[in-house]
């Protein structure tokens, strides 16, 4: 009999058919109780694991409070519990909506929902898991963070270590940049206060009262002086600008599953408000738990594995309810700052800026191996971090600027000293960075050879072109015949500037090749100069492709304008390769050289310059 119901109700349940499941419910609702499978899952079970909502919303007709308390067999879970497993934030809306004794029911491991919701780091579950069980009137909330009546479930500080350690990175610098961060018509760029909402929707327009009150007093000041009335405009122009670029990309958030990167980004950035939004709520139930001593216990291993993981959003609410945790240490003796420095945790690294007096305790602090916070930077970053980044050279650079970061912040007595090996930061730095040394010389060596052949050909190409000039020259004078047409002089351009781009190119990559490959060398000398050879050479391949339109469309074409679309097509086709496959190395040589990872954390450029001129026009 179990048989012939696993055959007929698990493809029912899989395919979400309803029509026929109510019909075999109608037949026999024992059924509905029924394990349809191996694990001993139920169809109420089976649904919810594979997101069939609609199916166990109608299923509900058939189940009573009890029945929606099954568990299964083999572990004792719960729908809910396989709910916050595959992160069916609705299903678990649905199953507590229907029974909250749902949410205090253990698998045969001891474990309640919200438990393994936290396990599997379904942000959204969490907090919606996290808000029934505050607001169940039948729970009564004990020493958790979690907000869980039961003392044994021993979560402890393990919901604060997993959310450190799975903490979204959010938003790069380049997708920040594109993203319409709605400063003066949102009201998180205001902060708190009062609010004036010229529409109640998603992304509404939110504009603070006291700036509409500042309106005519900002008028009446730009009117006496010409500067701040160009700022006045200024400004008003970014703001137009602000609204139809958030215009703009609100329609292509409606198109964004034909726009990948769009969607891409708006799913980082919904997944870091969901954790931002679940950290604040494990926060705020581990503050109401009482302690003892300088600071909540709960919070000691949470910011340890947060500067590990440079999960700086942690550390800093952390360090915004207990500012005695920047104490904590690990079994080791390293604090925060010494283990950002271990494990390359930048922005973790840069609150020593922020931190007053106790900064020089850092200057002079030494680990049970005498090792200065120096020695730490001189050695050898965890493979999980240097595999960030692209190629043995730019992994190398970024060991560099940790150590000369590092470097500039001891005291000049502690750059020399020794540690208990009678090793200097420098001697350590070495030792571990040897290997490293040779792989990037190679990678360095090896891009530089191919880049330097494509340069060779292209100089070949573009030379020759230009002693044969596209239809002749005139016998007499020796000009060209057709130096008056537009296209011919396109192609004298970008023929010039293809040389002149190439045969830079290649001479950069032939100083590279024949380089000393020191240590320091990697710091800036290196990746600039192939900075330099890779921009050169796309600039080159670019040219080279319009003098080569320009030449096709003055000799075959018959001045005819239309077939100007095919051949800019296809010589888009080669630039369009070599600009995906060669750009983000560019874009990271360019990062990783000239842009600072280090300072105090700061605000947006455009958020600054908006603050200050609110603050002149004042």
Known sequence: MKREVQRFLLPITFEGNWSKAESMLKENKRYVEAEINEDGSTMLHYAVGIGRNDFVKKLFSYLNDKQVLQQRSTDGSTALHIAAIAGNKDAAELLVKKNKELLRIKDHNGKEPLYKAYEHMHLDTIGFLLNAVNDDANVELQSSPTGSVHPDDEIGDDVLVAIAKNFPSGLDDWETLIYPCMLLVSGSYFGSGNYYTLSSKENSIVIHTDYILLIPKVLL?????????????????????????FIFWKGAKILSCKIPPIKHIENKKKEWDEANEV??????????????????PYYTQPILEAACHNAYEVVNRILFSSPEAIQSTDKNGYDIIQLAIINRSEKIYNLIYDIGERKNVYRTCKDSSENNIMHLAGKLAPSSVLNRRTGAALQLQRELQWLQEVEKFVFPSFITQENISK?????????????????????????????????????TIVFAAAITVPGGSNQEKGTPLFQSH????????????????SSTSLLVFLSILTTRFAEKDFLVSLPRRLFIGVFSLLLSTTTMMVAFSATFFLVFCDNKLWML?????????????????????????????????????????LSGLTDRLIEMLW
Request: charged share 15%; net charge neutral; glycine share 2%.
């Open 565 to 605: 679309a095919p051949i800019c097509g296809l010589a888009f086709i080669p630039i369009a390769f070599f600009v995906t496959l060669q750009f983000p190395l560019m874009v990271d040589l360019f990062r990783s050289t000239y842009l600072p990872i280090f300072g105090k954390q700061r605000q947006s450029i």
């Open 486 to 501: 537009p296209a011919f002089i396109i192609f004298a351009i970008a023929d010039a500037i293809s040389l002149f781009a």
């Open 279 to 296: 950290l604040h709520m494990v926060c705020f139930y581990i503050d109401k738990v009482e302690y003892s001593g300088s600071h909540h």
């Open 423 to 459: 090793e200097t930061p420098n001697m350590v730095f070495t030792r571990e960075h040897k290997d490293l040394v040779k792989e990037g010389e190679q990678w360095m060596k090896t891009t530089a050879e191919s880049c330097s052949i494509t340069a060779a050909l292209i100089i």
């Open 221 to 245: 000041a730009s009117l006496a002086s010409a500067f701040m009335f160009i700022c006045l405009l200024i400004l008003l122009i970014c703001y137009i600008f602000a609204r139809l670029y």
